[in-house]
């Protein structure tokens, strides 16, 4: 019961920006994920959240899908190397990914991830 009160009081209180992020962080929980906050490069990682970007970007001549994950705690960016499209990865999408985190550009990523995606939050 005091869990449902501290819900209704904080959907009163907070904008909507942390009512998403904090609804990311219980999916994130929900999926067996860890935060990105908390993962350490070079280790196998699962991680989950929305897809607040897709985009083309071809890398020396070979086509390259990206994708920003956001779990409300921090962003990963996700890269398919030799893919144009992948169907389901579109922005607003709720995803698991899981691969081993590494940093391109100074931002933690992991390349070709394994993925499976989920309803998106509502």
Do not use: K, Q
């Not at 899908?65 to 779990?71: C, S």
């Not at 999408?93 to 391109?104: E, Y």
């Amino acid at each position: 019961m005091a869990g449902l009160l501290r819900r209704a009081v904080a959907r009163f209180t907070e904008g909507d920006d942390e009512v998403a992020s904090r609804e990311l962080r219980d999916e994130l929980e929900s999926a067996g994920a860890t935060a990105v906050t908390s993962c350490s490069r070079g280790e196998p990682v699962c991680v989950a959240g929305t897809l607040r970007t897709v985009t083309l970007r071809p890398r020396a001549g070979v086509p390259t899908l990206e994708a920003e994950l956001y779990d409300g705690t921090g962003t990963v960016t996700l890269i398919w190397l030799g893919r144009r499209r992948i169907r389901g990865i579109e922005c607003g999408r709720s995803l698991v990914a899981r691969g081993r985190l590494t940093a391109h550009e100074g931002r933690p990523t992991i390349y070709n991830a394994a993925y499976e995606l989920r309803p998106t939050v509502a």
